[in-house]
């Protein structure tokens, strides 16, 4: 190979030379303790599934499952977010939630499919491939 010597063979060169990398992987978020207006905005923002986290501070089976949640929706390119049934009831009655924990899977803004209560890993993982699924 020949070297360039010339500082403006280089730069003529250089748009050439370079490698662009461009990535369509689109980040995934967690949004914790949402309000009823970035719940709205993210459940509907058409990106794919969105699981929303219905939980309270006070419940323990809550505390328990978030974490897996956080966990398996990162490996599965899925967005999470948790939102607080004491501080947004409205929404919590809006969605119908009696029950703590409840996970629902919202796609196009639309709710898909729920569960309730502290699942182990593996069925959180096997609740999320049947929501893409759909």
């Known amino acids: 190979m020949f070297a360039l010597r010339s ?3 280089r730069t003529a060169l250089s748009p050439l030379l370079r490698r662009n990398f461009n990535s369509s992987v689109r980040s995934l978020k967690c949004y914790e303790g949402v309000d009823a207006a970035t719940f709205e905005k993210q459940v509907s923002n058409g990106s794919g599934i969105v699981l929303v986290d219905f939980y ?6 809550c ?3 978030t974490p897996t949640l956080k966990k398996v929706t990162e490996k599965a390119n899925v967005d999470l977010v948790t939102l607080d ?3 947004e ?3 919590a009655a809006k969605y119908s939630i ?5 996970v629902m899977a919202f796609k196009d803004g639309q709710p898909i499919s729920q569960f309730m209560g502290a699942i182990p890993e593996k069925q959180v993982q096997m ?3 049947s929501v893409k699924e759909k």
């Open 56 to 61: 309270a501070t006070w419940c323990g089976p």
């Open 7 to 9: 500082t403006s063979a």
């Open 63 to 65: 505390k328990v499952l």
């Open 127 to 129: 609740f999320i491939d």
């Open 98 to 102: 009696r029950s703590l924990p409840t």
């Open 89 to 91: 009831a409205e929404l």
């Open 85 to 87: 049934v004491d501080v």
